[in-house]
């Protein structure tokens, strides 16, 4: 059965040695999983660190993945939501208030969006894009932790958020890549964000988690806990690090080191002697002891630093929902056991959850979580535009799912799902139209 546009899917995951593109279909009221119709995939040399230094070639990249997603899925790409990546990221704490206006005294839509533009405009330097807004909790004079102000009795409203923000420089040439390639952005998000959404637990987001996605170059971190992101952070270093680090300490070249990682790397090895494998028709003889050591080191470096940035955020020993390794960095043997003995925090490895259809690949291949993640936010945040509203606590994947089809978000669920279906079938043109309209 031929799809509708309106329900499809699509997450694009440009990294920085890979791109991939997924397309599926969003959840419905009988069905509430994310049905993966079809993955495209492409090599990606124009990226370093996470940021663009090749136009052409990441152009290339991206154009390879969505054509080869356009033709495994059956459907014509026309809009995605995209991740950026890269060092330049970072979150900016946003706090601010405004004066309730109105003649009774009682907070209304105008006052929550007019706090929530305040606090991006005094928290966010004028370099930096905010990529990503979650307003955690509100505040009417002295009741706090209020999820939503409106209806509330006061005289001043006030505002505890996160934005996730990255130089504008780096995202408008993201956004000229998109453009070039003929796919329009419905929204942009983060990785760690991502990865969240793909492997959400509720139980977990409500007692405080950290889901640690290992990129090639970067590492990202994200905090939530009840229910609300309170931190992010990326950490530069990641898995094409410990590659190097092999190709120097075992004096081989990087694809030979790369293939050594991926397949044999334990940082829990003991053992003795020496091994050897076939690799691109030439036998390798390594120590499999080296190899363990050398990448623990620089694993554990990387989990040193994210333990000082869970202490200096006030993190550590705080998270009863442990850890989420993601990424094709975590795929290691032993790395769980390394995080959970470094930090003294459960840690776990992040599994994909509430995605359904030709989901073989991103169960089998953590690398994999980061897109079905984004896939899943081009479903939450096309919701979040229609209700005009930021991130708040609990919108994310399985609260923002089932909320939903219970009518408790603010537009009562069904009548947002017709607002959508309804901007989705419009013409590109008519989408502009009718949003200019519902700005006036």
């Given amino acids: 059965m031929a799809k509708k546009k309106q329900d499809l899917l699509v997450g694009l995951d440009i990294g920085t040695t890979e791109v991939r593109c997924l397309v ?10 994310f049905h993966v119709l079809g993955l495209g995939y492409a090599t990606n040399e124009g990226m370093r660190g996470g940021v663009i230094v090749n136009y052409d070639e990441v152009v290339g990249a991206v154009d390879t993945a969505i054509r ?12 995605v939501t995209v991740n950026v990546n890269g060092g330049h990221l970072r979150s900016e704490a946003c706090r601010a208030e405004v004066a309730v206006s109105n003649a009774d005294r009682v907070v209304t839509d105008f006052e929550r969006d007019l706090v929530d533009a305040k606090a991006r405009e005094l928290n966010v330097p004028p370099n930096r894009e905010v990529i990503q807004f979650f307003a955690n909790s509100y505040r009417v004079d002295q009741v706090k932790d209020l999820e939503d102000p409106v209806g509330i009795h006061g005289n001043v409203v006030g505002i505890k958020a996160l934005a996730i923000t990255g130089l504008t420089a780096h995202v408008e040439t993201l956004e000229r890549v998109c453009a070039e390639v003929g ?8 990785s760690s964000l991502a990865a969240y959404e793909a492997t959400f637990s509720k139980k977990a987001s409500e007692s405080g988690v950290a889901v640690v996605d290992i990129g090639h170059s970067t590492t990202n971190v994200l905090v939530v806990k009840e229910g609300k992101v309170e931190h992010a952070a990326v950490i530069p270093l ?38 050897t494998v076939e690799f691109n028709r030439q036998s390798i003889n390594f120590s499999p002891k080296s190899l ?5 080191a620089r694993l554990r470096e990387i ?14 020993q705080q998270l009863p929902g442990g850890i989420i390794l993601t990424g094709g960095g975590s795929q290691t043997k032993g790395l769980k056991d390394l995080f959970q003995d470094q930090l003294g925090i459960y840690t776990r ?5 509430n995605f359904g259809g030709l989901v073989e690949t991103i169960e089998q291949k953590r690398e994999y979580l980061t897109v079905a993640g984004i896939l899943a936010l081009d479903f939450t945040l096309q919701i979040d535009k229609l209700s005009n509203s930021p991130l708040r606590s609990g919108w994310l994947q399985g609260l923002s799912l089932f909320n939903l089809f219970r009518g408790k978000v603010r537009d009562k669920g069904e009548g947002l799902k017709q ?20 700005d006036d």
């Fill in 24 to 33: 599926g279909v969003r959840p419905t009221e009988d069905d509430k999983k």
């Fill in 292 to 296: 363990g050591e050398v990448t623990e």
């Fill in 419 to 438: 607002k959508l279906d309804q901007k989705l079938e419009q013409p590109a043109g008519k989408q502009k139209e009718a949003a200019k309209k519902s």
């Fill in 303 to 316: 989990c040193e630093l994210i333990e000082d940035m869970l202490q200096e955020a006030g993190y550590s």
């Fill in 68 to 79: 080869q997603a356009e033709l495994n899925s059956g459907h014509k790409i026309e809009a």
């Fill in 183 to 190: 796919i329009k952005i419905n929204n942009k998000t983060v």
């Fill in 238 to 275: 990641g898995g094409f690090n410990v590659t190097k680090d092999i190709a120097i300490i075992l004096q081989v070249d990087l694809d030979v080191a790369e293939f050594l990682k991926v397949n044999y790397a334990d940082v829990n090895y003991d053992g003795r002697g020496t091994k």
């Fill in 349 to 353: 490895l992040g599994k994909v959850r």
